[in-house]
């Protein structure tokens, strides 16, 4: 089956995959053009990136509308979340 993407709502769905076999990325923000993967590879770059503006900011623009506020914070936490699960994993060794 597909891979996993995330919802507005900064949820996991699975996804389908293109015919060429290209996974398919939600765009989190509509008017920077930029997907969940794009975001999710910002916020792994740094610890800095804890709010969405930090995150815009590192992928080379700002917000406009804000209506994407929401899910780009909710893969920032998405992302300390299993940065926390991590460390303990990597502490309990």
Same mark, same amino acid.
């Given at each position: 089956?597909?891979?996993?993407? =995330?919802? +507005?709502?900064? /949820?996991?769905?699975?996804?389908? /995959?293109?015919?060429?076999?290209?996974? @398919?990325?939600? $765009? %989190?923000?509509? #008017?920077?053009? /930029?997907? #969940?993967?794009?975001?999710?590879? %910002? @916020?792994?770059?740094? +610890?800095? $990136?804890?709010? +969405?503006?930090?995150?815009?900011?590192?992928?080379?623009? /700002? *917000?406009? #509308?804000?209506? =994407? !506020? *929401? &899910? $780009?914070?909710? !893969? $920032?936490?998405?992302?300390?979340?299993?940065? @926390?699960? %991590?460390?303990?994993?990597?502490? &309990?060794?």
């Amino acid at each position: 089956m597909g891979g996993i993407f =995330c919802s +507005p709502a900064g /949820k996991r769905q699975e996804t389908g /995959k293109k015919p060429g076999g290209k996974q @398919v990325q939600m $765009i %989190v923000c509509v #008017c920077n053009a /930029k997907n #969940c993967r794009t975001v999710r590879e %910002v @916020v792994a770059q740094g +610890p800095h $990136i804890d709010t +969405p503006a930090a995150a815009h900011r590192a992928m080379g623009c /700002k *917000p406009q #509308c804000g209506r =994407c !506020l *929401p &899910a $780009i914070a909710g !893969l $920032i936490e998405e992302a300390r979340a299993e940065n @926390v699960l %991590v460390t303990a994993m990597a502490a &309990a060794d």
